[in-house]
């Protein structure tokens, strides 16, 4: 009989104690050990097939075959008679190529691993195009709210989309990170960089963030493939933005309660050549929607919306 119980559940099971050569099992005596890293007990006999000792044994003995009646070193695939892995245990199961190792940033020794199922196939399956849409603009200008109308826009048109917005990403990935000078210049890095990922999956990325300098905005832009990147501008003056301070902030950075505020104490680079630029119309902005059908008209002209 064994008995085996984990936690407050038991399981009870009998076997025979004599060696059964019909069907190539061994009955062992009975023991009583305790598995205590699995957090069960196990008393009783129990069956063991002759074929699973058999492996065990010879993986003790793996590393010595027996040649012509004497013992002979046995070499691993992939390692010398020191144990040190050889080339041939970097060419991967083909064995076709050796990955080159390369030290990227402060990562060192790192590969790339290529896989078959490549950009081109993702988009095929979601019939689009991977890309980046990158909206920028000062704080008020209405890129979060363009965002989400361009985001429903694409859904109703069967489209796969994912926002990322600059004061959302803080709440997680960058949570860790200020808004000094370094630290905003990291935050844009790595939503350009997560950007560059989802394009690569095929969905189109829509980031949403003031990003101030142009410097910055083209290093995100050289991530991606030509044409991968569409940088929108919201061309909304300062004093339409301040007037209407949805969060309050320009109130508080002309209180000088916050520092180097874009637009008050710190400066924002317009574009200069941006794919897309959303301006005021006769000194009245147009509605989210329209604005973001101006963004979907150009997808689909460019062949972002096919695969």
Excluded at 18 to 40: I, M, T
Excluded at 140 to 151: E, F, H, I, R, Y
Excluded at 154 to 160: F, S, T, Y
Excluded at 242 to 248: F, L, S, T, V, Y
Aim: aromatic share 6%; with cysteine.
């Amino acid at each position: 009989m064994m008995t085996a119980a984990i936690g407050n559940s038991s399981l009870f099971y009998h076997a025979p104690s004599e060696f059964d050569s019909s069907s190539g099992k061994l009955g062992l005596p009975a023991c009583n050990c305790k598995a205590k890293s699995l957090g069960f007990n196990i008393t009783g006999t129990f069956k063991v097939n002759i074929s699973f000792l058999a492996h065990i044994k010879a993986t003790e003995t793996s590393r010595t075959s027996h040649i012509n009646g004497k013992a002979g070193s046995f070499q691993q695939p992939g390692y010398n008679s020191k144990d040190e892995r050889t080339a041939d245990d970097c060419r991967g199961f083909s064995g076709k190529s050796i990955p080159q190792i390369c030290t990227n940033g402060n990562s060192a020794n790192i590969v790339w691993h290529k896989c078959s199922v490549e950009k081109s196939d993702r988009e095929k399956l979601l019939q689009q195009r991977g890309c980046v849409i990158w909206i920028t603009g000062l704080s008020g200008s209405g890129k979060s709210t363009v965002a989400c109308a361009l985001s429903c826009g694409l859904h109703a048109r069967g489209k796969l989309s994912y926002i990322l917005d600059g004061d959302n990403v803080r709440h997680g990935l960058n949570r860790d990170l200020s808004f000094a000078a370094e630290d905003r210049a990291e935050n844009i890095r790595r939503i350009g960089e997560v950007a560059k990922l989802l394009a690569d999956a095929g969905v189109i990325c829509i980031a949403s963030l003031i990003s101030p300098y142009r410097k910055e905005r083209d290093a995100c832009r050289a991530l991606l493939p030509e044409g991968d990147f569409i940088e929108v501008f919201m061309n909304v003056p300062l004093h339409v933005c301040e007037a209407r301070d949805p969060k309050g902030l320009y109130k508080l950075a002309r209180a000088g309660k916050i520092k180097g505020f874009t637009g008050i104490d710190d400066p924002y680079e317009p574009p200069l050549k941006s794919e897309i630029v959303l301006r005021q119309n006769q000194g009245l902005c147009d509605s989210p929607n329209d604005l973001a059908d101006v963004v979907i008209s150009y997808l689909d002209a460019e062949g972002y919306l096919k695969a």
